[in-house]
């Protein structure tokens, strides 16, 4: 089996440019940039003022709604790591899901959404988008070319993917999705949350990467934050217009904290995915489980795809307990927990488990049949955690006896 940390260099790579990206300009000689918070700017004149409009696309200051410094900066960083030439900061990692489909989606308009989208993505299509006439059409995670080509229609607008997906981690063919997606002029969106770094996304055909900072490069668990990537100057425009529109900038103060968390970030997942993998392949091993969902185990489905496109793993993975066990039984086992707590979110230095509740109408093409958790591994010892889950499965055995 591929220990994702180990035999793969994802993370090493990554760990000298983390100490250099997004440092400042400014001749101060501090190592740090400070935080710099504000809304208006002054101008010496008319045409300093005029020129600073126009330069709105290009990073310059003109007014705290369309950018701040320190938020510059982490736009820099976040560019450089996802590997593309232009990124804008939002509020959180929902609004860097909803302002390039709203930038990318008009009305009359189609969107492609895999069945395995995270939740508040697909609520976003099912009542804000539909309601401004866009209509979506969910496709099962492990479609193919041919198959998306089939779905595609000519108001087809945007082809959106994430990879692994929520919850149930299928690993998604983003090639070959991308070519069927730009042969008919569809964008391709992917939110890589869990693929910061180690999925490069503009290498594989993605036009739109999304990021939701809250997770791995904060990785705090404290504070709300986002952004969007871009490698073309076009896409650029469409969307830091619309994101000046809906007035989407970044509260310097998360900035900074972003920029602070990912001087970390490359060894902390190093470490959390070497722990997560070790608790993946125990969790593998045992008779309660019938499946674990982690896409550098084969039991995942696309685990292929990972292999091929993917230098790394992260720490967030799936298990599907075996069908005689209830969700009930998972829920007794979450309340068990003393090292893994109950919560939402991830990517932060603690562990987390969160029972998966599938809505009915979503096709299961991967054929899940028994109760699902997802687990977050944090900072903790491996061991620790491991002696938590033995606990944990002797409560769900209890539970569903
Ligand atoms: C958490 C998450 C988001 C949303 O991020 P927030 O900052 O919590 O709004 C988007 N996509 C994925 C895959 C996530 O896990």
Redesign the pocket.
């Given at each position: 089996m591929t220990d994702p940390s180990a035999s793969r260099s994802g993370w090493a790579d990554l760990n000298t440019r983390l100490t250099r990206v997004g440092r400042p300009h400014d001749g101060t000689g501090f190592v740090n940039a400070p935080v710099e918070r504000g809304s208006t700017v002054l101008y010496p004149s008319m045409d300093a003022l005029r020129e600073a409009w126009g330069g709105r696309y290009r990073g310059q200051l003109s007014y705290g709604a369309t950018g701040n410094p320190t938020q510059h900066l982490l736009e820099e960083a976040i560019a450089e790591i996802e590997g593309g030439t232009h990124c804008q900061a939002v509020v959180?990692?929902?609004?860097?899901?909803t302002t390039p489909l709203l930038a990318f989606l008009g009305a009359g308009g189609h969107c492609l959404m895999p069945d395995s989208?995270?939740g508040?993505?697909r609520r976003f299509c099912d009542t804000l988008l539909r309601r401004m006439g866009v209509e979506t059409t969910y496709y099962p995670p492990m479609t193919d070319a041919a198959g998306i080509t089939a779905l595609i229609r000519p108001s087809t607008q945007v082809l959106f993917t994430?990879s692994p997906g929520?919850h149930t981690f299928e690993v998604q063919d983003i090639p070959a999705l991308a070519e069927a997606a730009h042969a008919h002029g569809v964008k391709v969106l992917m939110?890589n949350?869990?693929g910061i770094h180690v999925f490069q996304p503009f290498r594989h055909g993605v036009d739109v990467s999304?990021q939701?900072?809250?997770?791995y490069p904060s990785g705090h668990a404290d504070l709300?934050?986002?952004a969007i990537t871009v490698a073309d100057d076009d896409d650029w425009h469409t969307l830091r217009d619309c994101a000046i529109q809906l007035g989407q900038c970044a509260s310097a103060d998360d900035c900074w904290l972003t920029l602070r968390g990912l001087r970390s970030m490359g060894v902390r997942l190093a470490q959390q995915s070497r722990s997560a993998f070790e608790i993946a392949c125990w969790l593998a091993g045992r008779p309660e489980v019938a499946r674990v969902l982690h896409p550098a185990l084969p039991d995942c489905p696309g685990h292929e795809f990972w292999r091929r496109d993917f230098t790394g793993a992260s720490s967030?993975f799936g298990v599907e307990f075996a069908p005689s066990f209830t969700d009930a039984g998972v829920d007794a086992m979450v309340g068990s927990f003393g090292v893994f707590s109950l919560g939402?979110?991830?990517?932060g230095y603690e562990s987390l488990a969160l029972p998966s509740r599938s809505p009915a109408t979503r096709t299961h093409p991967t054929g899940h049949v028994g109760p699902l958790c997802r687990f977050h591994v944090g900072l903790e010892n491996p061991a620790d955690l491991i002696a938590d889950l033995e606990g944990g499965l002797r409560v769900l055995r209890e539970a569903s006896a």
């Open positions: 959180s990692g929902l609004a860097a899901v989208v995270y508040p993505t994430e929520s939110d949350t869990w999304i939701a900072l809250t997770k709300i934050l986002g967030l939402e979110s991830w990517g």
